[in-house]
């Protein structure tokens, strides 16, 4: 039966992927902490060995050192621990070795994950990652604006949309606001909101907010112009709302701006260039 079992497990076919001796090799010194820099934030992370800590300052950031409390003399024979670490588009495994040599001053304290490092992934539900959007944004930002498109003007406050493009599941917003005044504009807050096109005092105010799943730019005042690029995952709505734009200041002053994007604008949307 033993005989049996053997020739079976034999005959079963190998899992395919990187083995052990393969993985890049991180030396982790005793007290002293390595930080992975991911290109893009950091979804998931597992370290094998619970004698190295970890944690992630920032969401593009591992850090990851030893538990100076498991520590024992001779602890240059301890096993090795491998490190996964997932981002939204990618995993990647490093082998982690305990460095206390002669050479443990020199080792990296900062690894930066490359694409060598890394194996494709392809998450349901999840599109562009944060660097695609990030790097599609910008290149939008150089685009000339058009001139066919909602503008507004309020309070010396002109707002205006630049462009309209879509990628796949996503919808950009190229928006702009010139303060035609004196006086710095401190950004209270941005809204975009799904809103009735004509609303009186017997009607009942149907109003749906959406946040942008991605913007290019955090500020929180101006002086003179600001433009930023705005990105929505795809969304609908009928022909009898609107999509509003409402820029608010902070009081006591409480100008606010914005702006009225019909369906048809975004229905005719440009595909946006390629990279």
Known sequence: MLTAMQNYAQN??????????????????????????????IQYVDISSSNVAGDLPIKNVLRIKHRLDTLKAGAVNEPDAIVTIVGEKFIAQYRIVFSCGPDAGS????????????????????????????????????EKPAGN???????????KLNHIYTLGDYIFLDLSFK?????????????????????????????IEIKPDFVLFETSFFKRQYRNIFVFKKFTFPGNKMLVVELSEKQLSGRSAGLEISYKDILEADIIPSL
């Open 149 to 159: 498109l909602p503008h507004d003007r309020s309070y010396g406050i002109k707002s």
């Open 107 to 142: 080792v990296l304290t900062n690894i930066e994950i490359i694409p060598a490092h890394t194996r494709p992934l392809d998450f349901p539900g999840i599109g562009l990652s944060q660097t695609q959007l990030r790097a599609y944004s910008l290149k939008l930002l150089g």
């Open 12 to 41: 079963l076919p190998s899992a395919s992927g990187l083995v052990r001796s393969e993985l890049p090799v991180v030396y982790l010194p005793e007290n002293v902490s390595v930080h992975f820099i991911s290109p893009e934030p």
């Open 179 to 207: 303060n035609e005044t004196n006086l710095k504009y401190d950004i209270d807050e941005l809204r975009f909101k799904i809103e009735d096109k004509k609303i009186t005092k017997a009607t009942t105010v149907q109003m």
